[in-house]
């Protein structure tokens, strides 16, 4: 099994609050991902990153940032929550000789109040 | 990056085999041909990956013909656990690719 975490699994929180989605992985994989997913919806890339300091934003448009410190953290953070955000956020993870496959992790669920 | 296409949903019964096509009829030299399966709050696993022809693994196969313009997915005596999501991806497998998640396909297993 792939041993890459994700912190909280679930999250409400009110209007305006800064949020910062935690994702780890021990694997020393030099690529990761963020994705946005709805219910019963596609995956959706918001962000991605190569390598420490490095990161780009995906191809859906998000509010988040993201930061590449240390190869196996990548947190996602919210400056100010609202409503529109309320959607799943998975993270993934994939080794330097290939991008594939990647390695999720179980999602953060977040509600905005 | 090739689009793929496959269909919204399908029913299977307890110990059938099923059969999921996806078409990707912009496929490049380079790319692979990639199966995720996506449980209800759970992130997707990554199944089986194939270039041509076909490949076998302990969960499912894949039939790919020789023209690479679409791929099939066989789930051999399918269980209720098997009720998920399935998502067809096309890109290669290094340097600094994105893949791109299309809306998958609805498996459900009924007793």
């Known amino acids: 099994e792939a041993d890459i975490y994700q912190t909280p699994r679930y999250l409400v929180i009110g209007t305006g609050k800064k949020i910062t989605l935690e994702c780890s992985q021990t694997?020393?994989?030099?690529?990761m991902y963020w994705y946005q997913q709805d219910p019963g919806m596609e995956l959706h890339l918001i962000h991605y990153s190569y390598g420490v300091n490095s990161t780009e934003k995906g191809d859906l448009s998000s509010e988040s940032t993201v930061s590449r410190i240390r190869t196996e953290h990548f947190p996602l953070t919210l400056e100010s929550a609202r409503p529109s955000h309320t959607s799943q956020y998975l993270c993934?993870?994939?080794?330097?000789?290939?991008?594939?496959?990647?390695?999720f992790g179980d999602g953060t669920r977040l509600s905005i109040l | 990056l090739a689009k793929t296409t496959q269909p919204i949903s399908m029913d299977s019964y307890e110990g059938q085999e099923v059969n999921i096509t996806c078409s990707h009829n912009?496929?490049?030299?380079?790319?692979?041909i990639t199966w995720y399966q996506q449980f209800p709050s759970q992130g997707p696993r990554f199944i089986i990956q194939g270039y041509k022809t076909k490949v076998t693994n302990e969960v499912a196969s894949l039939f790919i013909p020789a023209d690479r313009k679409s791929s099939t997915l066989s789930l051999p005596r399918v269980s209720l656990s098997d009720t998920a999501v399935y998502y067809c991806?096309?890109?290669?497998?290094?340097?600094?690719?994105?893949?791109?998640f299309g809306a998958g396909t609805r498996l459900a297993v009924h007793p």
């Open positions: 991806l096309v890109g290669e497998l290094g340097g600094y690719n994105k893949l791109i």
């Open positions: 694997m020393g994989h030099d690529k």
């Open positions: 993934a993870s994939s080794d330097q000789t290939g991008g594939q496959p990647q390695h």
């Open positions: 912009n496929i490049a030299t380079n790319d692979y």
